[in-house]
């Protein structure tokens, strides 16, 4: 069965940190573009932050460059989003996803595109 589960959600005060993980059962990241997403209530979905299967290369959305960090590592079959400075405005629930390596990690980003999803995590940033 494919599945991707996210963990590290909670609530966490302006300025805090948090870090989200992102374990794949069922297939393997190595052949899959990975990436964070968020859904504020009342908004749509958009695209965090991306990285690239094949060298390593990130996207970042504007709002959250230089505070978060993605990385992957694909021998524990996880992606991994590290949150810093946090801000009331970046409380969402966020989502890993993959997709096929046939695409770029910024399209991926970009596009909003994944073949499989995790079912989130919510993050809220109140004091």
């Known amino acids: 069965q494919v599945q991707l589960v996210e963990s590290g959600g909670g609530l966490v005060q302006p300025g805090g940190s948090l870090r989200l993980s992102c374990a794949a059962s069922?297939?393997?990241?190595?052949?899959?573009?990975l990436g964070w997403f968020r859904q504020a209530p009342g908004k749509e979905r958009e695209g965090v932050s991306c990285?690239?299967?094949?060298?390593?290369?990130?996207y970042y959305a504007a709002a959250v460059k230089g505070r978060f960090t993605i990385s992957r590592d694909n021998a524990k079959n996880t992606v991994t989003l590290q949150m810093n400075s946090l801000k009331p405005e970046d409380t969402a629930v966020y989502y890993c996803?993959?997709?096929?390596?046939?695409?770029?990690?910024?399209?991926?980003?970009?596009?909003?595109?994944?073949?499989?999803w995790g079912q989130g995590t919510q993050v809220t940033v109140s004091s």
């Open positions: 996803a993959a997709v096929h390596e046939s695409t770029t990690a910024q399209v991926m980003c970009v596009m909003i595109w994944g073949d499989y």
């Open positions: 069922g297939f393997t990241l190595d052949d899959y573009q």
């Open positions: 990285i690239d299967t094949y060298d390593g290369s990130t």
